[in-house]
C-alpha cells in the first residue's frame, strides 16, 4: 500500500441496507477525513478525525458514522442507506499543522 | 461561519493565462490551498499560501491576502490537459479541517 487507499471502487446498494466504506493510509498522518462530493456542491466534510481514538462531525454528518481505532484506518458506515446518499465519497488524511490533505481514489456508491 | 466562494466555470485558450480567484471566510485561518481534479478522478494538490504574497511553482503561482480573504491560482502557458476543475480550500484553526469551495470547472480550447 502506497498513500491512501478506499475500497471498495465503486457500489451499487439497496436502500435500507448497512454499508462500510473503507479507508486505509500508510503515512502515518494523524488527521483523516471523510468527504463526499455531489455535482455543483462541491467536497462536502462528513466526518473528521484529528487523532487515533477521536473523531468528530462535519457539515453533513446524519446518517453516517466513523470510528478510528488506530492510526491507518478510518471506516465510513452508513447504517440504513438512502438514495440521498448517492454520491463520491473521498477518504482524506493529512499531517498536523500546515500540510496539505492527500485523497483516496473515491468510492462511486449509487444507493437505490 | 464558514463559506468559500469560487466561480463555477471559466473557459480559456490553449497558451493563454488565466487566473482563478477566491475568497474564502473561515472560523480561524491555518492555510489557502489550491487542488487540481481531472474528472473522475480524486483531487490532487496544487499549492499552499498562509502568508501573504505569491507563491510560484512552474507554470502555476498562487497568491494570497489575509486580509482581504482573497486568494488566486494563476496557470500560464495553459495546456490542453489543465482542463479539470480547480477547488479552494482553507484550513481552518479549531479542527484542522478543510473547507472546500464549490470548485471552478476550467475548459482549455485548442
Known amino acids: 500500500i502506497a498513500g491512501i487507499t478506499q475500497a471498495p471502487t465503486s457500489q451499487i446498494l439497496a436502500a435500507g441496507r448497512r454499508m462500510t466504506l473503507r479507508c486505509t493510509q500508510d503515512?502515518?498522518?494523524?488527521?483523516m477525513y471523510w468527504y463526499r462530493q455531489d455535482l455543483g456542491l462541491g467536497l462536502r466534510l462528513i466526518h473528521y478525525?484529528?487523532?487515533?481514538?477521536?473523531?468528530g462531525k462535519g457539515e453533513v454528518p446524519d446518517g453516517y458514522s466513523v470510528s478510528r481505532a488506530n492510526t491507518d484506518d478510518f471506516p465510513l458506515t452508513l447504517a440504513s442507506a438512502v438514495p440521498s446518499q448517492t454520491s463520491v465519497y473521498f477518504c482524506a488524511s493529512s499531517d498536523s499543522g500546515d500540510t496539505e490533505a492527500f485523497f483516496g481514489q473515491g468510492t462511486r456508491l449509487t444507493v437505490v | 461561519g464558514q463559506n468559500i466562494d469560487q466561480p463555477t466555470e471559466m473557459t480559456a485558450t490553449e497558451g493563454a493565462i488565466v487566473q482563478i480567484n477566491c475568497t474564502y471566510q473561515t472560523s480561524g485561518f491555518n492555510g489557502l490551498f489550491w487542488y487540481q481534479q481531472h474528472a473522475g478522478e480524486a483531487p490532487t494538490f496544487l499549492s499552499y499560501n498562509v502568508l501573504d504574497g505569491l507563491e510560484e511553482k512552474g507554470r502555476f503561482s498562487s497568491f494570497l491576502s489575509r486580509s482581504k480573504g482573497y486568494s488566486y491560482l494563476l496557470l500560464k502557458e495553459l495546456q490542453m490537459k489543465d482542463s479539470a476543475s480547480y477547488l479552494c480550500a482553507a484550513k481552518d484553526n479549531y479542527g484542522q479541517n478543510f473547507v472546500f469551495g464549490p470548485g471552478t470547472r476550467l475548459s482549455v480550447l485548442p
Open positions: 478525525s484529528n487523532t487515533a481514538g477521536t473523531t
Open positions: 503515512m502515518r498522518h494523524n488527521a
